[in-house]
């Protein structure tokens, strides 16, 4: 018999003995996993009553939770402060997520296609950058709004740009190249605290400098601690003035943080002094995160 088909049928036998192994170990894992869910159900049963304390501190952590009465909206002082400095000036918003930085650039952006202006929005990334487009195109008309990103090129005369901060750092250096001018008004810099990253902050600084000054800059940041030195910079590289809007305080929308158990007993992360919950490390004692693997182990074999 010539080498080459007994190499072949050889082949053939293997891969049959592969299929009939792969079927028998599926049929183990079909009758294994029930009797696995079965006993890791009851275990975890038995564990997971909740005490009367902890109950009580989950009713603590959910209350308030939900959507909030409507109410008339009243701009905050910051908002209308930053709205007015960005028709002479370049403007800094430093607040805390939730607090609003977004309406500001929404009227403005408003108030700039109303008199037949241009901007360009920008963010550092695309799942980001995606969202504000569909957000825009739902508030000022699809036909307005154009992306721009590496993936997608949509619009791209549009009045209202949203791209990737790279992208619109790649159209100032092609507007130097040529000799002509980027075609906006108004560029929002979102999470303009990216300037200082390691590796992309440079994106930020080159956009920032090369910005022709009758272009107004508004940036928008939840976490520059050195706002009037950044400021600083800004106007010493632009030559231009830049206001420093803030608003202090804490983040209006409070942030709570909960352990889920893998009974699905939901515990408060910290308790009422601040301090880490005890039940939680109760919950992950070695003995029972030895009975866990125990259980792995038994289904592996």
């Known amino acids: 018999m010539p080498r080459y088909s007994r190499d072949k049928r050889n082949s053939e036998q293997k891969g049959k003995t592969k299929d009939v192994s792969r079927f028998r170990n599926r049929r183990t894992e079909r009758t294994a996993k029930p009797k696995l869910a079965a006993n890791s159900s009851q275990t975890y049963q038995q564990s997971g009553s909740q005490t009367v304390s902890n109950a009580r501190a989950v ?26 400095a960005i028709e002479t000036e370049d403007v800094l918003v430093t607040a805390p997520t939730g607090s609003g930085k977004t309406w500001i650039a929404r009227e403005e952006i408003r108030r700039l296609l109303e008199a037949g202006k241009r901007t360009w929005y920008t963010t550092p990334l695309k799942a980001l950058t995606n969202s504000k487009y569909e957000e825009f195109s739902q508030e000022f008309g699809a036909e307005t709004v154009g992306i721009l990103t590496g993936d997608r090129k949509e619009n791209a ?49 080159e956009a920032i400098i090369l910005s022709p000054p009758r272009i107004r800059l508004l940036l928008l940041s939840a976490t520059i601690g ?29 942030l709570r943080a909960a352990f889920l158990a893998p009974d699905l007993q939901l515990y408060p992360l910290f308790d009422e002094q601040g301090k880490f919950n005890a039940a939680i490390e109760r919950l992950v004692q070695p003995g029972e995160n030895q009975s866990h693997n125990g259980r792995r182990d038994r289904y592996n074999r």
Do not use: M
């Not at 308030?64 to 402060?81: A, S």
């Not at 619109?168 to 980027?182: S, W």
């Open 226 to 254: 050195n706002a009037e030195e950044f400021a600083s910079w800004i106007g010493e590289v632009r030559g231009s003035k830049v206001r420093v809007v803030s608003r202090p305080g804490a983040r209006p929308v409070e």
């Open 59 to 84: 009713e603590r952590l959910l209350a308030g939770i939900g959507t909030p009465d409507r109410k008339p909206f009243v701009p905050d002082p910051f908002q209308l402060e930053a709205l007015a």
């Open 157 to 205: 005369e549009a009045p209202l740009i949203v791209g990737t901060t790279e992208i619109y750092r790649n159209q100032l250096f092609d507007a130097l190249r040529r000799g002509e001018t980027v075609r906006t008004d108004l560029v929002i810099l979102d999470e303009a605290h990216y300037l200082a990253d390691e590796e992309r902050g440079h994106v930020w600084e």
